[in-house]
């Protein structure tokens, strides 16, 4: 799958979606480890597209189409670990018609406008401490990202479905 060089006018097949605000501390972790995604040797760069956003938003479902892989990142105070790394399924859930919506929701709508099973998709999420508007990152999130970011380089690595599940 490395070798895959896409037509200029096709989507590329892994999609890696970053969201969270670089204004909040923490919370800018996803679109931090897109930052580091970004320097990723060429080949890897063909085969994945990286959308970063604040949030994610109903419109999010339709970036879900002719992918075979997705990975979303975003901060968590809620980890066990530095990072979770989770395979979703479509799930509507109380975030299905706010303006801020789950991954599982987003994959919900995808199954539901397209009337097709949403491409395999995972939640990588890093765990952060402070989300306040202008401060930096923690400490800790500092740490996090990090270890994420070579759990993302072996995701990388391999862009196959059974490879990721077998990283779960």
């Known amino acids: 799958m490395l070798g895959f060089v896409p037509h200029p006018n096709l989507q590329k097949p892994v999609l890696v979606f970053g969201y969270g605000n670089l204004s909040r501390g923490d919370d800018a972790l996803g679109p931090l480890l897109l930052e580091a995604i ?86 990588l999420s890093i765990k952060g401490e402070s989300f306040e508007l202008g401060e930096d990152l923690s400490a800790a999130a500092v740490q996090h990202l990090q270890a994420a970011i070579g759990f993302t380089g072996k995701l990388l690595a391999d862009l196959d479905v059974l490879a990721w599940r077998r990283l779960l």
């Open 38 to 123: 970004e320097r990723s040797p060429k080949q890897i760069l063909d085969s994945i597209e990286i959308i970063t956003d604040f949030q994610l938003q109903i419109e999010h479902a339709l970036d879900l189409e002719n992918r075979d892989l997705v990975l979303f990142v975003d901060a968590s105070m809620n980890c066990a670990n530095a990072f979770d790394f989770a395979e979703l399924i479509p799930a509507k859930d109380n975030s299905y018609t706010t303006h801020a919506m789950s991954p599982a929701a987003v994959l919900a709508v995808y199954e539901s406008i397209k009337k097709q099973t949403p491409p395999p998709s995972f939640l």
